[in-house]
């Protein structure tokens, strides 16, 4: 019998065992997963992280720099758990770089997977989290509007885990639409960002790239790149390369290549000679869906040879290099936001918004990889913006919150909003607030938020005053 044959079976009642019981649960082990589950555990609480994978970091493994640490006006902007991470990667396994200041992106921060996966570990770990591997987060279990906790699937089969408060860090927003909060996908066609598998390839000479594009002469636009002057790359060797549009097109005409991008992305690695490749896109991969995710897997890496081909034959400094290693998953740049007390639009970023409920600070631009053809729509706004605590609490359910890329936001801000060091911020508040929520025994969505933006203060967070200077503990201000 054909699957198209089976509509739907009925899937008899059971009784599953309860494995665990936390006062806080975070559902996904990201950039927002992670600090959400650090700062929840920052006094003691029991505190438990469950995780599809057999490893932390979501996206920070893909070989992406972390992006959105600099502001638009090159402060820095994102402070505490983020910082204090970057800083024991780059300290303890020399695993990232220092924020440095881009043109296009603002502040870019390399980072090294692997490095990325055993500090967040030892982190999580140290911080007394019960971290569970291999576990996927299936379903809620509700009592009315309020979530109870999660079904769980794994080697061990179907299980409940409990929790005062659910914490969604799945990037899907998953925890969410199961718990029946209204959600949205993608643009006002329903057009998400294609999704891109990364690879990795060795024996590049960096200084060779990096040197060419600084000295080409004008009229050489082959080499020019979007919105990066050329002669940031005369003083930078770690960088991001975007453009290269005419070598490019030039390639494809020439060798009938199919890269179904305009533009070369290509950024370096902390290993000498190591670089990573943001260019493969499959239009129309919805990464909530099994069958569309495995598909999107398929056509990434079918892209990948004639992307290679493209670099050996074309980029200056390529001509020894070669493919190492793709990514662990296709990166998954948009799927579900919820819509939640506030949704954030474009017109909050591009006003740069100040919020009373603001709980990080965010500087990135919109940068939408448009769904429906090859091209990116980028839109700065000279400064920062807040991220409002509104936008983290979902409709109807009390105490679950969202954070990380699923937050409720317009697909636009959902372009600007989505960064990792942004995330991790969001990570952060979100699991203070889960902490205030199991100690003062209120729903997460009705805590104290003026409390909340004060111990935010208290750990480091950088928060901005209406008048844009840094906001200190006890009502000080910093020059902006
Ligand atoms: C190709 C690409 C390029 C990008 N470039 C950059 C860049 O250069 N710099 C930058 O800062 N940002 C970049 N971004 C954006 C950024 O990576 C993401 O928006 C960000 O990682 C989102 O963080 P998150 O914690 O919300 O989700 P994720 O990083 O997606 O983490 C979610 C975690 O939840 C787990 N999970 C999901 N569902 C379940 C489930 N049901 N059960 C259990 N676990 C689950 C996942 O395994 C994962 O570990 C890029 C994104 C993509 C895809």
């Known amino acids: 019998m054909s699957n198209t044959q089976i509509r739907t079976i009925l899937e008899p009642a059971r009784s599953i065992p ?54 638009q006006k090159g402060n820095q902007i994102i402070d505490g758990l983020p910082e204090k991470f970057i800083q024991r990667l780059r300290r303890e396994r020399d695993g990232a770089s220092e924020h440095r200041p881009c043109p296009l992106h603002m502040g870019i921060t390399l980072v090294e997977p692997e490095a990325v996966k055993t500090v967040a570990l030892e982190m999580l770990t140290e911080a007394g989290v019960d971290v569970l591997f291999y576990t996927f987060f299936s379903d809620a279990i509700m009592d009315g509007d309020d979530i109870r906790g999660v079904i769980v699937e794994s080697k061990s089969g179907r299980n409940a885990i409990l929790a005062k408060v659910v914490l969604d860090c799945s990037g899907d927003a998953d925890v969410a639409f199961r718990a029946g909060v209204p959600t949205e996908k993608g643009n006002a066609q329903g057009g998400m960002q294609p999704p891109t598998l990364m690879f990795c390839l060795a024996g590049v000479d960096t200084d060779a790239l990096r040197m060419s594009i600084a000295n080409a002469p004008p009229q050489a636009r082959t080499y020019l790149t979007d919105f990066i002057p050329a002669e940031y790359f005369g003083q930078n060797h770690q960088f991001i390369v975007v453009g290269l549009r005419e070598l490019m097109a030039k390639a494809k005409e020439e060798r009938g290549l199919k890269i179904p991008n305009e533009r070369t992305i290509i950024i370096t690695g902390l290993k000498k000679g190591e670089v990573w490749i943001n260019m493969t896109r499959v239009k129309g991969t919805d990464g909530t869906d099994a069958r569309s995710l495995t598909k999107g897997e398929i056509e990434g890496r079918a892209q990948i040879d004639d992307i290679v081909t493209y670099l050996v034959n074309y980029v200056p400094g390529f001509e020894k290099a070669y493919f190492t290693k793709t990514a662990p998953f296709i990166g998954i740049r948009e799927t579900r936001r919820i819509v939640g007390r506030y949704v954030m639009t474009q017109d909050d970023v591009l006003a740069c918004k100040h919020f009373d409920d603001a709980i990080a600070v965010a500087s990135y631009p919109i940068d939408i990889h448009r769904p429906a053809d090859d091209g990116c729509t980028l839109i700065w706004c000279g400064d920062c913006y807040d991220i409002p605590f509104g936008s983290l609490v979902p409709q109807k359910v009390r105490n679950l919150l969202v954070a990380g890329r699923s937050i409720s936001a317009t697909h636009e801000a959902m372009g600007a909003i989505r960064v990792m060091a942004t995330c991790m911020a969001m990570g952060e508040a979100a699991g203070r607030a889960a902490k205030m929520s199991v100690r003062s025994n209120r729903a997460v969505a009705d805590i104290d938020v003026e409390e909340l933006r004060r111990q935010q203060l208290e750990h480091g967070v950088y928060l901005r005053n209406p008048d844009g200077t840094r906001a200190l503990p006890g009502g000080r201000s910093a020059a902006a």
């Open 18 to 71: 309860v494995s665990v019981e936390y006062d806080v649960l975070v559902v996904g082990g990201g950039p927002a997963g992670i600090t959400a589950a650090l700062a929840a555990a920052e006094d003691g609480l029991r505190v438990g992280l469950i995780e599809s994978r057999s490893f932390v970091g979501g996206n920070m493994t893909i070989g992406l720099p972390v992006l959105g640490f600099l502001g």
